[in-house]
DNA sequence: CAAGTGACATTATCGTATATTTGTCATTAG
DNA sequence: CTAATGACAAATATACGATAATGTCACTTG
């Protein structure tokens, strides 16, 4: 109606996000991001076999855009020590996900919702982040900056100690608190766990 | 009614955790403990403030006497080395909050409900759990097994670092994933970082 | 007067009739 | 044959009066 072209995921997503940002996940109806498309509700159907995997494919897409992304350009950088990119990785992480809850609140809830329930996707977004991480510690080690060991092991086990700190379930905390302090002591009990200790 | 000494809180709170279990947290009264104890409902709000109130009570209680209680022992035993004491005492942490998730999931989520509003109790619970784990540290540190720092910083940084563990937040995720491995691999981090590194 | 009561106002929950939304599918359009 | 429709049944949500729970307090009781 809109437009001939034939409908594509994407349009549906930009619309989807956009209403979901306007409403609030409580209150977008799949109508309304159908109203939003000029189009029926039923051909949504035809590209999300329900509501749900709408709305997990739109927070997929978040997650890849503005985490992953961004991420990844930290762990492809070739400058500077292991330790400190892997810092500026995990400070740029914990920094988004806060930056999302603080502004964003509908959609983080929903986010935060779609983790406890889509396994799939967020076991496959934390891969790839696994992936970066152990990118750059095979770096680290490498240069002989760190102690050798598996990277992926080392980035699941950092990736895990550091959860408080990233993972959705532990918002309530995060306004609550000194924004770097406790970061600021478990970063430094997990570098020197890392770090070779015959280092320059 | 059924005994003519005054009520204790100590007797409303084995009535209230004995309600709680049989009915669950949402579908227990004021007037359904009181009924037990055999005294009016307004009886008990000369003892706790608000219904609130009463059920973080039960909650610190059970935290108390089935969580930090054990751990008290461990920390305060004296054989063996500081890190399998300190090995031990994360494990029955995590292999208590689990049990409790398992096997009372109706308490355990007014637990992890509890944790969410009330802030100063769960604090004070926390204060304690790290002052034992800083003992353990703190004598590591003097027999030469880790290195030297400040105990109760290094206690912080590595609840913290566990939090994916024992922290409520994360029932969801404990029966989903193979028991001990992700732990194995944080402990084993963490280890090292705080190992003397000319160990014997 | 310390301990407990129970009627009362306030607040939350329940049941249910009503309305919306989700999800399906036979049908239309190109 | 692909894309889209819209009428429809089933599942959910909402509104709202009825019912129950929470929290207060002037009052009894030993």
Redo the contacts between chains.
Sequence with gaps: MTNDLPLSKEQILDAAEQVLRRFGPDKTSVVDVAKVLGVSHGTLYRHFASKAALREAVTERWLHRSVAIPLEDIAARKDGSAADRLRLWLDTLIAGKRKFAAEDAEMFAMYAEVT?HA?EIIASHVDRLMGQMAVIIEEGIIKGEF?PASSI??A???F?????FH?P??V?EWS?EHPNE?FE??W???????VS?HES
Tied chains: 1, 2.
């Design positions: 406890l396994v102690k092991k080392t699941n086990a950092i895990m100690a550091t959860s408080r993972h379930a532990h309530a609550s406790p002591l478990v430094e009990l997990l570098l020197s766990g890392i200790s």
